[in-house]
């Protein structure tokens, strides 16, 4: 089984859609991250979340918004989607203070 | 500013050789990870460094962190073909609490 698995694995869509990227880790970690990689291959952290609880949240636009329906899951929500929102997002989950992270495939938006 | 700078930002050895990676960072951490990123796939996790480790070593890894100077180094010994990646450092930063600041990653090409 998939520790951290994130779907779709491609979304292409036209600016202006709203749209969903869903994360689920069986892993039974209590923190979970969004992350967005741009052309560069720069990794950027978007959201945390340690038990249903946002505990960072960078200089990300508010038209990104995490939800996590349970301790195993952060889905990202993006609205309005925009033509420099293209790039790779990837879903981590860690166990705690001093581990690692494991990261999902990634989703590959593209923005048309 | 980025918290992980990777140096250089790309590398092409071969087969057999040794590879050598840096990482400078800014602030106080709590640990250092490294991380491997195979083409189109998600990051998969290393080693970690605590801080008040100096070296490390994982089967052909070897890891070394100088908090004085705030840098490390991620050295493969006898690379093979299937070590082509893209390579980044991420700190778990004192003053971000549990996160992972990347650097923007050394990209390793080992020649067969």
Known sequence: DTA???TPKY???????DKSIKCEQNLGHDTMYWYKQDSKKFLKIMFSYNNKELIINETVPNRFSPKSPDKAHLNLHINSLELGDSAVYFCASSPGQGKGAFFGQGTRLTVV | SQQ???DPQALSIQEGENATMNCSYKTSINNLQWYRQN???GLVHLILIRSNEREKHSGRLRVTLDTSKKSSSLLITASRAADTASYFCATDARNYGQNFVFGPGTRLSVLP
Do not use: D, F
């Open chain 1, 11 to 17: 979304l292409v869509t036209q600016m202006g859609n």
């Open chain 2, 39 to 41: 083409s189109g796939r």
């Open chain 2, 4 to 6: 992980g700078e990777e």
């Open chain 1, 4 to 6: 951290v698995s994130q």
